[in-house]
């Protein structure tokens, strides 16, 4: 086994506006007021080894967000789980952490696809059914793409893979879907916003889960326990 | 946090800005404390959660049980666009209250561009902008900092103004309104109680006289009793002051995002343009033990990346070579670097900055601030042509290809001669680096120029600022001289530089064209792309006020000033031969090290400089 850890964390509604690059730096910070044995980056400026899942979205929550921090020494993920968690802010929260084995894959080659949960206010369930009812048959989607070079059509249309059930609560719909995320297959919650035809900024978006998609099978860049 | 803005927050730039919960923040309950104080700094979150001296009062309030202590920062152009349509007034970061729920409102005056947002601030709180205008209800509306040694263009906005350093103050003026609170007191019979207290100004107490001229001539007092000068407060043993040992950790990047030890207060050097210089003297050294100490609990309840040292010239603190490598030594195996932000210009700074910078050579600022040895003399900047090839060399041989040297235009008594100086210096540095040239490495040169700004209480505040077209047509004489692939040549706006002058030396006429200015839609003056200086001409016309007035005429000796009230301790004697000497081009020592000046400060505050001995130093 490796001194990498991987673990799993939440973030949110206290840190919902913060961006990946905020994160980051909240994360180094809390390394350093917990006394963590982070591995540091040789040169001139020594950073904590450390990387991310895919970044998230200024404004969206999370229940799985990724990090892997490189330690000098074998920490008990317990152990670690514990003491990390009593020197980050408020809103973030470590859920579970494993030792890597040698060698294994970085996080973003072990992730291509997520699960979010969309809470809609003002919105109606039938709404959303037909959408994506129509949109099952639809085989293509093409939305403009804004991006720094630039702006191009992108087809989103099988980027999202499924929507599960669509539930009607006092305040508006709740419904989760699977989506592709990363390099290649990359939906941006604008553009499901756009595929479902919802308004994504009144929309509360969270980040359930972070896969990678072989064939039919979802498969966490964390080991299940039990 | 407000909850009525959370559905704004996806709609603006940096959301973060608004929302809290940011590590150390406080979160007091507001049932079980006697006075409410908003710590209200006049520009964004990103510039005002760098300022150390909120730090050091959120931090002093917030550790009273009978206390408590919120930061407000002005909302960007995009949220306050929406907080209007909205009708959500301003509120304060910890708990989301409106501003007029607290007792007490405190700004911080750190420079005159920041003018327009106090009033932008008030009018989102939707409290009455003067304070002849607002009711009994709290809260006082009070300011502090650099700029309030002339706060009188801003005074008739203000309830109570305090001079010099808060750390004692804040302290008797909370105590002042618990107990004026409980008795119940009147808004009048509060501020008469604060007015007791040293160094607090009550602006409504006094009324200027205008001469025949429309000019300030003298201010009157209204009540029986108040003081004909107010003097500020000093410090004066720093060792002993306590010193925050949590820093608000926020989440979006601001200035100054790093721990931060206060090394020392004053400045002696006597620069005669920094109004800096002369009004937080005099010079105290914080020793290396105790701030040590303190950086250490910093770093510990932060978890910062860096340790800044702050200071007006942080190579004159004595003992800083032991000091600097102490923490470098210290923290450097937990990725903890170290910066110094104001380096004295000589080769032992080099030596230092070297220390700090194994990393990055990218960059190294100096200041000669004028471009011949006549001219620094005159302003008493004491650095030498030799002084500044000797560290340009020894910064070039260290492993640095960017040199950064500040200049200032507009300089009284300069002549073409200065600015030709400043075109040769730049060269000059090319040419001192060319035995440094490699294939890597090209030496290069960034020469900023800055307009001089006449400021009260100092040497130079009698005389005129340079016109504008003056000072346009010197930025072009120097951008002409200036071509050359290794020169990067920038300047701010002259007319910046112009309205800073004004206010700088303003009297309470300027509150109606503040006001104007306002109404206009003028704020972030200090934001290049906020700065509109259109309006400010029209609000200017509109309150028939010349600005020319205050920024480009030479006041003469004897004139009434509108500031001469608002004391830093300096001996006007002082400012007067500073200014005869000056104009003579005769330097005077700085009295760390030499005689003394005979500033005043000394004997008016029963003060001295506290310099660290090297036997304290472990």
Partial sequence: MSNVIRFQFRKGPEVQFLSHLDVVRTMERAVRRAGLPMAYSEGFTPRPIMSYSYALSVGLLSEAEYGDFALTEELDPEEFVKIYNQHLPKGFEVLRAQRLPDHAPTLQAQINAASWRVSLPKVSADAIKERWQWLQEVDSFVVRRETKKGSRDVDVRHFLFSVGAIVQSPTGVVFDCLAGLGNEANLRMEELGQLLCFAHLEATITRMGQFKKVGNLYVPPLEDRG | ?618
């Fill in chain 2, 1 to 618: 946090m407000d909850k009525r803005l959370v559905p704004l927050l996806p709609l603006v730039t940096k959301p973060a800005r608004y929302t809290n919960h940011e590590l150390n923040a406080q979160h007091k309950n507001w049932s079980e404390v006697a006075v409410k104080v908003a710590l209200a700094f006049p520009d964004i979150y990103d510039v005002g959660m760098g300022h150390l001296g909120f730090k050091i009062l959120y931090a002093l309030i917030n550790g009273r049980h009978d206390a408590l202590a919120e930061r407000v920062y002005a909302p960007w152009v995009d949220m306050q666009e929406l907080m209007e349509e909205h009708g959500i007034p301003l509120t304060a970061l910890e708990s989301g209250s409106t501003l007029t729920k607290f007792d007490l409102v405190g700004f911080t005056l750190q420079h005159e561009l920041s003018f327009t947002n106090i009033l932008k601030m008030l009018d989102l709180a939707g409290i009455r902008r003067r304070s002849t205008e607002r009711d009994e209800m709290l809260p006082l509306i009070m300011a502090g900092g650099p700029a309030a040694f002339n706060a009188e263009p801003v005074a008739d906005f203000l309830d109570f103004v305090v001079l010099g350093e808060g750390e004692e103050v804040m302290h008797e003026i909370l105590d002042v309104v618990k107990d004026g609170k409980a008795q119940g007191l009147t808004k009048d019979q509060l501020l008469t109680e604060l007015s007791r207290l040293e160094g607090i100004y009550v602006p409504k107490w006094y009324k200027p006289i205008y001469g025949v001229d429309g000019r300030f001539e003298a201010l009157e007092s209204q009540v029986p009793n108040a003081a004909t000068q107010i003097q500020k407060r000093v410090v004066r043993d720093f060792n002993r002051l306590p010193y925050p040992e949590e820093f608000v950790v926020p989440y979006v990047e601001v200035v100054h995002d790093r721990v931060m030890g206060e090394i020392m207060r004053g400045c002696t050097r006597g620069c005669r343009f920094c109004q800096a210089g002369m009004i937080y003297r005099p010079v105290r050294e914080r020793e290396p033990r105790v701030l040590k100490e303190q950086i250490a609990r910093l770093v510990e309840s932060t978890g910062y990346e860096e340790i800044s040292l702050s200071s007006l010239s942080s190579g004159d603190y004595g003992q800083i070579g032991p000091l600097v490598r102490d923490l470098i030594v210290h923290y450097q195996d937990c990725g903890i670097s170290v910066s110094l932000p104001s380096l004295r210009l000589d080769s032992f700074g080099i030596e230092l900055a070297q220390e700090i910078q194994k990393a990055r050579k990218t960059g190294l600022t100096f200041a000669p601030e004028a471009g011949t040895q006549r001219l620094r003399n005159v302003i008493n900047k004491n650095v030498s042509d030799d002084d500044l090839k000797d560290v340009v060399q020894s910064a070039f041989a260290a492993g640095w290809s960017r040199i950064k040297l500040y200049f200032m235009i507009g300089l009284p008594t300069e002549t073409e001669e200065d600015l030709e100086g400043i075109v040769e210096l730049a060269h000059k540095v090319l040419e001192w680096g060319k035995e440094f040239r490699s294939a890597r490495r090209r030496p290069e040169v960034s020469i900023s120029v800055a307009s001089f700004v006449p400021k009260p209480h100092t040497p130079f505040q009698w005389m005129a600022q340079e016109s504008m077209e003056i000072l346009r047509s010197k930025q072009r004489f120097l951008q002409d001289r200036l071509r050359h692939p290794a020169i990067h040549f920038s300047y701010p706006r002259v007319e910046e530089s112009f309205l800073e002058a004004v206010f700088a030396r303003g009297d309470r006429r300027l509150a109606a064209v503040l006001e104007r200015a306002v109404d206009l839609g003028c704020q972030f003056d200090s934001w290049t792309d906020s700065f509109r200086f259109d309006l400010w001409e029209q609000a200017f016309g509109d309150a028939g006020i010349d600005p020319q007035d205050y920024a480009g005429r030479t006041r003469d000796i004897g004139e009434a000033l509108p500031w001469t009230h608002l004391s830093a301790g300096i001996d006007y004697d002082f400012l007067q031969r500073e200014w005869e000497l000056a104009q003579k081009g005769v330097p005077t020592p700085d009295c760390r090290w030499d005689e003394c000046s005979r500033c005043g400060v000394c004997p008016s505050l029963r003060v001295a400089n506290a310099i660290v001995k090297e036997k304290n130093v472990e």
